[in-house]
């Protein structure tokens, strides 16, 4: 019943952003079933410094000011990082957070989730089990001072537009993301169901599968040895589609991978070797490739393939419909429509 009440809580708090402050960028906190409303570019700072351990921060559309760091086992959501919706606002600005999400010790197991992080994400030493889902960021820089940092870290449905790098931890996973060069993996990372656009270099001891490699930099270079698997070793790769890879490929277990693929002909809507909103990443013949689990390759495929559009798991108001004035019983009629993704 108290999830149920914060769940209206929040339907009608939401509502009322968007009615009431639509242009004013809001950070809602909730703490054990209460709501504290801040408003602002500052916003999201003000909600934070005013957080504890477990809470969770909800963003309007806007822009946001992005904390100096965050050292907090707190949820952050957002309205999603894509540029058009199907909610009431029909916004068309993203909800952006202008500067890096620095986290720091005592950040073990935050959550970040619909956002669009203008200044890239960056692990300090001692911050594990943190979930980044459906966000668009520049880079995912780790901190690689020592072995066994950052682990059990994962990003799932996410558009990496940087590079993601020098991670020594254990557990890294990165499934159904787009993303634009991988570097410096020491070890023990599951790469699974992407697209990867360009350098997949120094990846060593991992499972690498399902994915679609574009290699932008050697199509760039006209060259024809490619620049996919370049000085990885020890790794499983299997059922990959690649446009072409490199003789390091010999110090690899690989297995059923698809080879030379024309890319051009691969998806319903691509062009170009970089992240595109408007491109549709569908597989035009999905059954052709087909992953190590028996669904195809790519975003959409997995345990949890990749949602159009990218809505969080926060409510979203879809339709919404209110009453130029009241009955002569003073009632007020409103009605919306809400929606959530089913995980």
């Not at 010790?105 to 089990?129: K, Q, W």
Request: aromatic letters at 10%; proline letters at 2%; charged letters at 15%.
């Amino acid at each position: 019943m108290k999830k149920q009440i914060f769940f209206a809580a929040l339907v009608c708090s939401l509502l009322a952003v968007q009615t009431a402050v639509a242009q004013n960028p809001v950070t809602t906190l909730e703490h054990n079933g209460t709501t504290q409303v801040f408003y602002g570019l500052n916003s999201l700072v003000d909600a934070y410094e005013a957080s504890v351990n477990g809470d969770s921060l909800y963003l309007s559309t806007g822009y946001f000011t992005a904390p100096a760091s965050i050292a907090k086992r707190i949820n952050i959501i957002g309205a999603g990082h894509f540029p058009d919706s199907l909610n009431v606002a029909k916004r068309t600005n993203l909800l952006v957070i202008n500067g890096a999400i620095n986290l720091r010790y005592g950040a073990d197991s935050l959550r970040l989730e619909g956002l669009y992080i203008n200044g890239g994400i960056s692990f300090n030493n001692y911050v594990d089990y943190v979930n980044v889902v459906r966000c668009w960021t520049t880079n995912v820089d780790f901190d690689n001072s020592s072995i066994n940092n950052n682990n059990n870290c994962t990003f799932e449905e996410c558009f990496i537009q940087g590079v993601v790098n020098k991670h020594k931890g254990i557990n890294l996973c990165i499934k159904n993301s787009i993303i634009n060069h991988i570097i410096n993996i020491d070890a023990n990372a599951l790469i699974t169901n992407n697209i990867i656009f360009g350098r997949f270099w120094y990846v060593n001891t991992s499972v690498i599968q399902n994915n679609i490699f574009f290699d932008n930099y050697a199509l760039a270079n006209e060259d024809e040895n490619g620049h996919i698997i370049n000085d990885n070793k020890n790794n499983i790769i299997n059922n990959n589609v690649f446009a072409s890879y490199t003789n390091s490929i010999i110090y690899n277990l690989i297995s059923n991978n698809y080879i030379s693929v024309v890319l051009s002909n691969l998806f319903v809507n691509q062009t170009g070797n970089s992240i595109n909103y408007a491109h549709d990443y569908h597989l035009k013949t999905p059954e052709t490739y087909i992953g190590t689990d028996g669904t195809q390759v790519g975003l959409y495929g997995g345990e949890i393939p990749f949602k159009d559009k990218g809505f969080p798991s926060n409510p979203q108001i879809i339709t919404k419909k209110i009453a130029s004035k009241t009955d002569s019983n003073g009632n007020l009629q409103i009605n919306f429509t809400v929606k959530t993704q089913d995980n």
